[in-house]
């Protein structure tokens, strides 16, 4: 198997509303945004998968070593090798890949988050970062565009933590803030639990607002000269959004099963922002 077939293939397989935003992209640019995606899955992949923390940090170890190898030339992983020649031609840093790697870190060895601000610095490594890429290879022009991409990315975290509330509990991790729990008086231990609520529900009716505030600003910082080349992102975003209505109007069932967008439905959602050039 050659190294873009295997991150090819680990794309597919996710499954993420990512990889339908991929599909519209001309070749040099899809080959760049997969072989960083899979990147993106392996390292993440050590986390969900791996039950040891002390394997899981080697695991990491290994990556931020192997990331550090390939910028010096010499890459033995598959996924390093076909990001390898696209890192120049679309201004990739190794920087970037190491901060990816250290948010997934974060998770070994952090499972609550104090406030707001602390989950930010947390959303910034494993999406903001993420977000920054990703705008380079689709094709910015505008300094702007990194800040839309930011803050788009902070948006798309925020409803990964809102659809996951319930399996992250399972691996004994609340990524929604302590102070916001006692704001709305739920305990931790409600959430472990997942035991529904009242007081559940209002407290994610307010993480929701806030995710869709963020979607609203990150379009508003997107400059028009930037908005064509950007489709990829306004695609995410519009399968991201249509998730997170579908957990409202679900009433935040989201403690005992994991609300998602059927393949069609995403590819539907994509095909349309690429028609009709918005959301």
């Known amino acids: 198997?050659?190294?873009e077939q295997y991150v090819q293939d680990k794309a597919a397989?996710?499954?993420s509303s990512f990889y339908y935003a991929f599909l519209f992209l001309p070749k040099r640019r899809r080959a760049a945004i997969t072989a960083?995606?899979?990147?993106?899955r392996e390292v993440d992949d050590v986390v969900d998968e791996v039950s040891d923390p002390s394997v899981a940090q080697n695991k990491l170890a290994w990556w931020s070593a192997?990331?550090?190898k390939a910028y010096a030339g010499d890459p033995s992983h598959p996924v390093m090798k076909a990001l390898m020649p696209c890192a120049a031609e679309f201004g990739i840093l190794q920087e970037q890949l190491q901060a990816v790697i250290e948010g997934c870190r974060m998770d070994l060895e952090q499972s609550r988050y104090l406030d707001f601000p602390g989950l930010q610095?947390?959303?910034h490594l494993v999406a903001g970062v993420v977000g920054e890429v990703a705008a380079r290879i689709f094709g910015q022009t505008q300094a702007q565009t990194t800040n839309y991409a930011h803050t788009l990315g902070l948006a798309f975290?925020?409803?990964n933590i809102i659809r996951d509330v319930g399996e992250d509990a399972m691996r004994g991790r609340i990524y929604l803030p302590m102070s916001e729990l006692a704001r709305f008086d739920v305990k931790a231990h409600e959430i472990l639990n997942r035991q529904y609520s009242d007081r559940f529900t209002a407290l994610m009716r307010f993480q929701t607002a806030r995710a869709h505030a963020l979607y609203e600003e990150a379009l508003a910082l997107l400059p028009a000269v930037d908005r064509r080349s950007q489709?990829?992102?306004l695609m995410m975003a519009s399968i991201y959004r249509t998730l997170l209505r579908e957990i409202e109007r679900d009433d935040f069932q989201v403690l005992h099963q994991r609300v998602s967008l059927t393949p069609v439905r995403k590819l539907w959602l994509a095909w349309k922002v690429q028609a009709l050039g918005h959301l």
């Open 66 to 68: 192997e990331a550090a």
């Open 36 to 40: 960083f995606y899979a990147f993106c």
């Open 157 to 159: 975290q925020l409803t």
């Open 121 to 123: 610095r947390y959303c």
């Open 231 to 233: 489709k990829p992102g």
């Open 13 to 15: 397989a996710s499954g």
């Open 1 to 3: 198997m050659t190294p």
